[in-house]
Structures are given as C-alpha cells and as structure tokens.
C-alpha cells in the first residue's frame, strides 16, 4: 500500500464531526516507504506528554519530569514514558523536554475520539452486506473461529445475545481492570459489524460470521481517550494474538510512540485498519494515515463518497459507512453513520480472508489481496486509491 509505510500520541476519540462523526495501499509484497512525518508539539490540546528519552537516560526521567513540571504517569510497552503536567501547561512543559539533553524526542499525548454520527433508525437496514458482495463470500468462507479481531474502542456489549458467544478476554484501559464492557454504544456497534453472530435467528448479521470478538476499551463514556491508553491498547491486542486490529477513532497529530505499537503489531502478524475521518476534506487523520495501517473511507447505497467522509490519495480504501444498522448497546440494533462504520466492515472482510489463507499468512498479503479486489468505483485514484471493498473478490480470486 502507499501507507504500508505510513507514518504515528495524543487524545483519539470518535471523531464527531459532520453532525457527530468519529473516524482509514498500494498492492505490494512488502511494505513500501512513505515520506516520514516529523512530531509536532501541538500545545493546549492535553494535559499529559509522552517522552522517549536517550539510551541509558532513562533512570533520570523522574528528575527530568520535575524539572518541566509533570510527574511520570506511566511507561508504555516499548519504554516510553508518558507525563502528567501538573499545572495544565503542556505548551510549557514540552519546550523543556525538548530542550533537555537526556530527551530524544517528545510529544503532545493528544485525545482522539470515536468517528460516528447516529442516524434516522427508518433507515435501519443492512444494505452494506450484499453492496460488498458478502452473502455471495458467505458460500465460501464464512471465517474461523481461529480469527481474533479486536475492536479498540469503547468497549463491546458483553452481554449482547449477538455478541456474547464471541467474545474472547479483553481489557480496559480507561479503568486499568479486566471489565471491557461498554459504557457508550460506539464499539458494541463496530462490533457487530464486523463479527455478529449469523445465521441464528436474532438481530442483524456480521461480515464474518466465525471470527472471535476481543474488546479494547480505550474510550470512555464520552467516546475519547488518550493516546497513550491507545497505544497500550494495540500493544495489548498484539500481544494477545489480534489478526485484525479495528480503529473506528482518530485525531491528534503524529505520534513517533504511536507509528512504533502500530509497527509492532503488524511485525505481530496484525492486520490494522483505522477510519479515515468524518471532516469531509482532504486532512490527514491518524492512525489512519500511519504506516501500516489500512485507511478506510466511507461511501453510501449507492457507491458514493458519504459527503462526512474524509477523502483522498492518502485513503486505501473505500467501505459503506452511512446509515449501517448494527448492534446496540443494552441489546438490540441501532443505525450508525461514519468512518467508524465503514472501518469494521473492512476489518470483517479482513477476518474473511484471514480464514481463507490461515493465521500464518503475513498481514502484508491479507491487506494487498484485499486492495487488488475492491471495486473501482466512481472516486478511485482521487477519493481513495484502491476502490470499495468486496468481501466476494477477496475471499475467491
């Protein structure tokens, strides 16, 4: 893909815009390079930084802390450290770190937030299955109970009769506890569809019918989180055996720690997606716009861009994210639109041809399979670079 070598702390949410929308490469064998982007220090966004100090410096870090007014929350799985200003002047506080001898580089841990918009339920039905071909996948793969997809949100439902027989151990990052039930509905939605339980007589269906649900709560009840809760989230979900790794949040700016867990994960054998953004224009979003990640945009009924989605040569690909009728939190179905819908029907098509090739195919080539057989559309080259997906296409040819 272009962006198998994108670039990555900062607070993600569920990208509200476009009337409350949260939010995703080229075909190649390997990964190719995509011109690096540098850190930003984006000041006033957060009150916790996160510092990655030089070789053997790390045993100074609390002094170094002190010094710029901040206390060491916490050390992400690669060694980083991530910092709590104590007086609510990251601005400040982050000048002194870079300035400071012993730091190699340091950045804002921004917030990020879901990308979803609730929509008109009139409109409820599952129009994106058979618009991506799935019922015709269905009569060859139906995916694997062997597939783990974790979805990295606000948590999942536990106790949806759609969901429930699925899920695996998850965990909690907001509350630091094994308990990754949700609290705001986004990821019970996501969930479901990418993996709710099919063909038994209850609610809507999910593009893989197999596939084992993992909750990453990482979003609160109001659908945002920081960064570095995400970042341990994918590091986790690596850790724990993910084969596709479903990101339906966004925002913030470049985070070096971050592009690092993604690279991580996909050395793990993970195939990461992420929603491109509800703003509408041409922006850069992350994790979308990583390395390594699978950027998805969001389009209609009828193949159009969804006029909230986030566009553009940077966007891999295209899935349907407007009006999609999934799981609701506390039971039941509910419509949703956004980047962050569009993201998990690409991360159950992913659970499809993970199925196909088994769990010891490389990500790089579930990730250019799906590419290569997306339709070509009305916007590609311009809107997306690959086409809209077709579960279909990607699980045969």
Same mark, same amino acid.
């Given at each position: 893909?272009?962006?198998?070598?994108?670039?990555?702390? %900062?607070?993600?949410?569920?990208?509200?815009? !476009?009337?409350?929308?949260?939010?995703?490469?080229?075909?190649?064998?390997?990964?190719?390079?995509?011109?690096?982007?540098?850190?930003?220090?984006?000041?006033?966004?957060?009150?916790?930084?996160?510092? &990655?100090?030089?070789?053997?410096?790390?045993?100074?870090?609390?002094?170094?802390?002190?010094?710029?007014? !901040?206390?060491?929350?916490?050390?992400?799985?690669? @060694?980083?450290?991530?910092?709590?200003?104590?007086?609510?002047? =990251?601005?400040?506080?982050?000048?002194?770190?870079?300035?400071?001898?012993?730091?190699?580089? =340091?950045?804002? +841990?921004?917030?990020?937030?879901?990308?979803?918009?609730?929509?008109?339920?009139?409109? =409820?039905?599952?129009?994106?299955?058979?618009?991506?071909?799935?019922?015709?996948?269905? +009569?060859?793969?139906?995916? /694997?109970?062997?597939?783990?997809?974790?979805?990295?949100?606000?948590?999942?439902?536990?106790?949806?009769? +759609?969901?429930? @027989? &699925?899920?695996?151990?998850? #965990?909690?990052?907001?509350?630091?506890?094994?308990?990754?039930?949700?609290?705001?509905?986004?990821?019970?939605?996501?969930?479901?569809?990418?993996?709710?339980?099919?063909?038994?007589?209850?609610?809507?269906?999910?593009?893989? $019918?197999?596939?084992?649900?993992?909750?990453?709560?990482?979003?609160?009840?109001?659908?945002?989180?920081?960064?570095?809760?995400?970042?341990?989230?994918?590091?986790?979900?690596?850790?724990?055996?993910?084969?596709?790794?479903?990101? /339906?949040?966004?925002?913030?700016?470049?985070?070096?720690?971050?592009?690092? %867990?993604?690279? #991580?994960?996909?050395?793990?054998? !993970?195939?990461?997606?992420?929603? !491109?953004?509800?703003?509408?224009?041409?922006?850069?979003?992350?994790?979308?716009? #990583?390395?390594?990640?699978?950027?998805?945009?969001?389009?209609?009924?009828?193949?159009?861009?969804?006029?909230? /989605?986030? #566009?553009?040569? $940077?966007?891999?690909?295209?899935?349907?994210?407007? %009006?999609?009728?999934?799981?609701?939190? @506390?039971?039941?179905?509910?419509?949703?639109?956004?980047?962050?819908?569009?993201?998990?029907?690409?991360?159950?098509?992913?659970?499809?041809? $993970?199925?196909?090739?088994?769990?010891?195919?490389?990500?790089?080539?579930?990730?250019?399979?799906?590419?290569?057989? =997306?339709?070509?559309?009305?916007?590609?080259?311009?809107?997306?670079?690959? @086409?809209?997906?077709?579960?279909?296409?990607?699980?045969?040819?």
């Amino acid at each position: 893909m272009a962006k198998l070598n994108k670039v990555s702390g %900062a607070i993600l949410a569920i990208a509200m815009g !476009a009337a409350l929308l949260p939010a995703a490469g080229v075909s190649a064998a390997q990964p190719e390079a995509k011109p690096e982007v540098q850190p930003q220090a984006v000041a006033g966004l957060s009150d916790q930084i996160i510092v &990655k100090f030089k070789a053997g410096k790390s045993d100074v870090s609390a002094a170094v802390a002190s010094n710029a007014g !901040a206390n060491v929350k916490k050390s992400l799985k690669n @060694g980083d450290k991530v910092l709590k200003v104590k007086n609510g002047k =990251a601005s400040e506080a982050l000048a002194k770190l870079q300035a400071d001898p012993n730091v190699e580089y =340091a950045e804002i +841990d921004h917030v990020m937030s879901i990308n979803v918009t609730p929509n008109d339920p009139s409109y =409820a039905s599952q129009y994106h299955l058979p618009k991506i071909q799935a019922p015709q996948a269905w +009569d060859y793969q139906k995916g /694997s109970t062997a597939v783990k997809i974790a979805i990295v949100d606000t948590g999942v439902d536990l106790t949806h009769p +759609d969901l429930s @027989g &699925k899920i695996i151990a998850g #965990y909690n990052f907001v509350s630091g506890n094994t308990n990754a039930n949700d609290d705001q509905g986004h990821g019970t939605h996501c969930a479901g569809i990418a993996t709710a339980s099919t063909n038994n007589s209850k609610n809507g269906a999910g593009v893989d $019918w197999n596939a084992r649900i993992m909750p990453v709560k990482v979003l609160n009840s109001a659908g945002s989180g920081y960064t570095s809760d995400i970042i341990d989230g994918v590091y986790w979900a690596a850790d724990h055996g993910a084969n596709v790794i479903s990101m /339906s949040l966004g925002g913030g700016a470049f985070s070096s720690t971050f592009q690092t %867990a993604i690279n #991580y994960a996909w050395s793990k054998g !993970a195939v990461i997606v992420a929603a !491109a953004g509800n703003n509408g224009n041409t922006a850069v979003q992350y994790p979308a716009n #990583y390395s390594n990640v699978l950027s998805v945009a969001a389009t209609t009924s009828t193949d159009a861009k969804a006029s909230f /989605s986030t #566009y553009g040569t $940077w966007v891999d690909i295209a899935a349907p994210g407007n %009006a999609i009728y999934s799981t609701a939190r @506390g039971g039941g179905m509910t419509t949703m639109s956004g980047t962050s819908m569009a993201t998990p029907v690409v991360a159950g098509v992913a659970g499809l041809v $993970w199925a196909r090739y088994g769990t010891s195919a490389s990500p790089a080539t579930i990730v250019n399979k799906i590419n290569s057989t =997306a339709d070509k559309i009305t916007g590609t080259g311009s809107y997306w670079i690959n @086409g809209r997906v077709n579960a279909y296409k990607a699980v045969t040819l």
